[in-house]
């Protein structure tokens, strides 16, 4: 994990875990796995609350989510056929995502929290295709809670096994 995340979440604590996740799911390259790993960790050492992590990552994670399906709606296809590259969104990918979402639907949009790289696709995907938003939402909300209290929890129960300055860690988590 870089060191200055871990210096900003221990100087912001909650603040940097919000807007990180809000910022990973619109497609920024944020190590989200391992930022919410090491705030587990952090929680267990009694820096951050172990729940109140849990509630402020969702809260960011459906920021980004409800973000990220408001740019689909209103700036569509287009948008992520013609400037996706930026977020490593290639039009092969993009395709392979759109196939995913009409076959399975709105579950694409919960389990794809747990697929780095992935998961910010479909949010753009449901505004695109005009999924009521409400829908949308729920499934939306079960996926991040039960991600981030994962990898929360994961990080509470065996961050003090976890070496968060291994060079290894970003890349198996990175999206």
Same mark, same amino acid.
């Given at each position: ?52 992590? &849990?509630?402020?990552?969702?809260? #960011? *994670? ?8 408001? /740019? %689909?709606?209103? =700036? !569509? ?59 949308? &939402?729920?499934?939306?909300?079960? #996926? *991040? ?8 929890? /994961? %990080?509470?129960? =065996? !961050? ?16």
């Amino acid at each position: 994990m870089p060191f200055y995340l871990q210096e900003l979440v221990f100087q912001y604590g909650y603040l940097i875990l919000y807007a990180s996740l809000a910022l990973g799911i619109l497609g920024l390259p944020v190590p989200d796995e391992v930022l919410l790993t090491f705030v587990g960790y952090v929680a267990t050492e009694g820096l951050l609350s172990y729940p109140t992590s &849990i509630l402020v990552g969702f809260a #960011g *994670a459906m920021t980004g989510m409800s973000l990220s399906y408001y /740019i %689909g709606k209103k =700036l !569509g296809r287009p948008l992520l056929w013609n400037k996706g590259r930026l977020f490593k969104l290639t039009p092969k990918r993009l395709a392979k995502v759109e196939d995913w979402f009409h076959r399975f639907g709105l579950w694409t949009v919960s389990l794809g929290y747990f697929i780095p790289g992935f998961r910010h696709i479909p949010c753009y995907l449901s505004g695109i295709s005009a999924v009521q938003f409400r829908k949308y &939402i729920r499934f939306a909300g079960i #996926g *991040a809670l039960i991600w981030c209290a994962f990898f929360i929890t /994961i %990080g509470f129960v =065996l !961050g003090n096994t976890i070496d968060f300055d291994s060079p290894i860690l970003p890349q198996i988590f990175h999206h």
